[in-house]
């Protein structure tokens, strides 16, 4: 069996992130989202790996994982110009062949591993298994009605009817056969080849097609809230108290983690929250839910329930919260006047 992971896409929603960064690579506890999802992939009996990229972030993916070797597994780099998911497998079909594979949104994080549905698929004898999740929401994702044997009997694409809350999180397991029903679809009104459409060509050539519902949190990450709480749910998950840096008249509540050569002096950390490598925190407050990057520097500022990523300075900020601030940036205070002064890309959004 192997996998394949996607890890395209513009990621429109979080711009300008997005304009210098694969979507996949922003850190949640200062680790990228894609590395849970290779974490839950290693931890199965799967080797091989292909990675679907973009041509425009494809490097970034490729700095990140390099062969693999991290995670223990042998990973293949496959672009493709984004045009859906059923297109993107058919894209590494010369790197997937007849085998089974299970497929993984690069951005979604979930809180249960892949074992028990490889194990399920493979002792069932499945030719598809789809992984579902209720959603408040279901006009905004792909919905699947099932019998009371868990078989699909039908799916939807963003129903404008309600027809159940059972939505397509982003975890897919296939047989070779998905490439018989790929090559029957045709683009969608969107001009994808959508994944949606191929599983129900399955099912109408008499496959075997089951769907099995997750009994865990799930989170899909396309946008600024959505990171900021996989942020908190994973902090909340998996932090413990952990220092390896350095403490200088402060005080550390709760469950904390402080990277080495990171230096925290004349302030308060309450957790679950994380300081990552080579950080200064100097008098300021961090509070809960938040991740603070390697070789950022918080000065004489509060922050809570936020997202900084590496080499960021937040230097004299009274209050910050519900925030994400990218690589390299700069959040200061102008002592000499109550003047707002910004740098601003495009598809910024601030509120002051």
């Known amino acids: 069996m192997k996998a394949l992971v996607l890890s395209g896409g513009k990621g429109t929603r979080l711009r300008p992130l997005t304009f210098t960064c694969a979507k996949q690579?922003?850190?949640?506890?200062?680790?990228p989202i894609l590395g849970y999802v290779l974490d839950q992939v290693a931890a199965t009996a799967i080797k091989k790996v292909g990675i679907i990229t973009a041509?425009?972030?494809?490097?970034?993916?490729?700095?990140?994982?390099?062969?693999?070797?991290?995670?223990?597994?042998?990973?293949?780099?496959?672009?493709?110009?984004?045009?859906?998911?059923?297109?993107?497998?058919?894209t590494a079909k010369r790197f997937l062949g007849q085998d089974a594979f299970v497929m993984c949104l690069?951005?979604?994080?979930?809180?249960?591993?892949?074992?028990?549905?490889?194990?399920?698929?493979?002792?069932?004898h499945l030719d598809a298994l789809i992984i579902l999740k209720e959603v408040d929401n279901p006009s905004s994702f792909g919905i699947a009605q099932l019998d009371e044997k868990g078989n699909i009997l039908k799916l939807v694409e963003?129903?404008?009817?309600?027809?159940?809350?059972?939505?397509?999180i982003g975890?897919?397991?296939?047989?070779?056969?998905?490439?018989?029903?790929?090559?029957?679809?045709?683009?969608?009104?969107?001009?994808?080849?959508?994944?949606?459409?191929?599983?129900?060509?399955?099912?109408t050539?008499?496959?075997?097609?089951?769907?099995?519902?997750?009994?865990?949190?799930?989170?899909?990450?396309g946008k600024k809230d959505d990171?900021?709480?996989?942020?908190?749910?994973?902090?909340?998950?998996?932090?413990?108290?952990?220092?390896?840096?350095?403490?200088?008249?402060?005080?550390?509540?709760?469950?904390v983690k402080i990277e080495p050569d990171a230096k925290v002096v004349n302030s308060t950390l309450r957790g679950p929250c994380v300081i990552g490598?080579?950080?200064?925190?100097?008098?300021?407050?961090?509070?809960?839910?938040?991740?603070?990057?390697?070789?950022?520097q918080v000065v004489c500022s509060n922050i809570e329930y936020c997202v900084i990523q590496e080499n960021v300075t937040v230097k004299g900020i009274e209050r910050l919260e519900d925030s994400l601030i990218g690589k390299n940036a700069k959040v200061t205070k102008n002592q000499r006047s109550r003047t707002i002064k910004l740098h601003v890309g495009d598809y910024s959004e601030l509120e002051v």
């Open 171 to 203: 975890t897919y397991l296939f047989s070779g056969k998905v490439h018989q029903a790929i090559e029957r679809i045709k683009p969608s009104w969107r001009g994808e080849l959508e994944i949606t459409d191929a599983i129900q060509e399955m099912i």
């Open 55 to 90: 041509p425009e972030t494809g490097q970034y993916v490729k700095d990140y994982v390099n062969g693999g070797a991290a995670w223990g597994l042998d990973v293949t780099y496959i672009p493709q110009e984004p045009l859906g998911l059923a297109h993107a497998v058919k």
């Open 106 to 124: 690069g951005d979604n994080v979930t809180g249960q591993g892949l074992n028990s549905f490889v194990k399920k698929f493979k002792n069932e």
């Open 158 to 168: 963003k129903p404008k009817t309600p027809m159940g809350n059972l939505a397509i």
């Open 25 to 31: 690579l922003i850190p949640v506890a200062n680790k």
């Open 205 to 221: 050539m008499g496959f075997k097609v089951k769907a099995e519902i997750l009994n865990s949190w799930w989170l899909d990450t």
């Open 277 to 296: 490598r080579g950080a200064l925190i100097e008098d300021s407050f961090i509070g809960p839910y938040t991740s603070v990057g390697n070789c950022s």
């Open 227 to 255: 990171i900021l709480s996989a942020n908190a749910k994973i902090l909340d998950e998996y932090i413990t108290l952990d220092v390896k840096g350095q403490v200088v008249n402060s005080l550390i509540d709760g469950r």
